[in-house]
């Protein structure tokens, strides 16, 4: 008996969520925008508010960060990932790709298009 599910990587052509946290507002929409710009990336939503508790260089730390929820596809991930730690001010960005299951086929198709 299976205990997880076992997923296929995404193909190419698959929608994908690339999920990044930025330290505000600013740094966000100045990502999202050049992601946007330069066609890795279909949209972004950026939710403020977000409280990120973690463990850096043996210590806790606790610091209020935006959530960025980018949407592209399979084949742009690895270089809209490469891309965002080029750009961005962390040493280590959170850059977490994840398949999307299902969805409208007139939404996936307007992102596919959109980071062609």
Wanted: proline share 5%; hydrophobic share 45%.
């Amino acid at each position: 008996m299976r205990r997880h599910a076992e997923m296929a990587a995404p193909t190419a052509d698959d929608v994908v969520t690339v999920w990044m946290t930025a330290p505000d507002l600013d740094v966000a929409e100045s990502l999202s925008r050049t992601l946007v710009e330069e066609r890795l990336a279909a949209c972004a939503n950026l939710l403020p508010g977000v409280v990120s508790v973690y463990r850096w260089e043996g210590a806790m730390q606790r610091e209020a960060e935006v959530m960025m929820v980018l949407k592209t596809t399979g084949g742009r991930a690895q270089e809209l990932a490469r891309r965002a730690a080029e750009l961005h001010p962390y040493e280590v960005p959170e850059v977490l790709t994840l398949p999307v299951v299902g969805g409208s086929d007139r939404y996936r198709a307007w992102v596919a298009e959109e980071v062609a």
